[in-house]
């Protein structure tokens, strides 16, 4: 689990390219190649053309994925770094869980007693602000502030598990996987399986 600020392109070591210049970023070794968008959220990242992303471009594409899931999945191809010790020249998918707010923390937030909810920064999830690195939020913080950072990276875990059931099944994603603290999903599941079967009969 990472925080935002180690995500995002303009801040990331792994990301920013200044030019894809090993010289000018030694850490630079992953070139982004694509952005999954889980739940059809992110109309946008459909359309980037990775072979020329731009930074624009590709702020948008993190920003819109991160902030309606929470996590991201991106391809990326791996290069040559000497940093790293790495041959590159292959790709893999690299799937994140960050600490900024998403649909789900807010499904959380939306069935906590008030007094958790006030006992929780505007940050929620992201707490790391709040203790040093010496004791951090999940070893020194309240109860309430461990209780519902567990809670919320515990989400993002299901999240992808349930993500990653669906496929490329978007409306599904969208149905379950977004719903899953909402009575919501509760009739999604009812009538899934009776869905699903006679989608692959017809």
């Not at 995500?7 to 920013?16: G, I, L, R």
């Not at 992110?42 to 990775?50: F, G, I, Q, S």
């Not at 007693?113 to 010496?134: G, R, V």
């Not at 913080?141 to 567990?150: K, L, N, P, Q």
């Amino acid at each position: 689990m990472v925080t935002a600020d180690q995500v995002f392109p303009e801040q990331s070591a792994f990301w920013k390219c200044n030019g894809d210049s090993a010289k000018l970023n030694p850490f630079y070794s992953m070139k982004l190649q694509g952005v999954r968008d889980f739940a059809g959220k992110c109309p946008e990242v459909d359309k980037l053309d990775y072979a020329a992303l731009t930074d624009a471009q590709r702020n948008a594409a993190f920003e819109c994925s991160l902030g309606n899931y929470g996590v991201g999945a991106f391809n990326v191809q791996v290069l040559p770094n000497k940093h790293w010790d790495l041959k590159g020249k292959w790709k893999l998918q690299l799937e994140v869980g960050t600490l900024l707010r998403s649909k789900l923390d807010d499904q959380l937030l939306s069935l906590l007693p008030a007094s958790y909810k006030d006992s929780l920064p505007a940050s929620f999830p992201d707490l790391s602000l709040m203790h040093t690195e010496e004791a951090s939020f999940f070893s020194a913080g309240s109860y309430v502030e461990s209780w519902a950072s567990r809670a919320a990276t515990t989400l993002r875990g299901h999240f992808l598990q349930c993500a990653n059931y669906h496929g490329d099944q978007t409306a599904a994603v969208a149905k379950d996987c977004l719903q899953l603290l909402s009575g919501e999903r509760q009739k999604f599941c009812s009538t899934y399986e009776t869905e699903e079967a006679a989608a692959q009969q017809a």
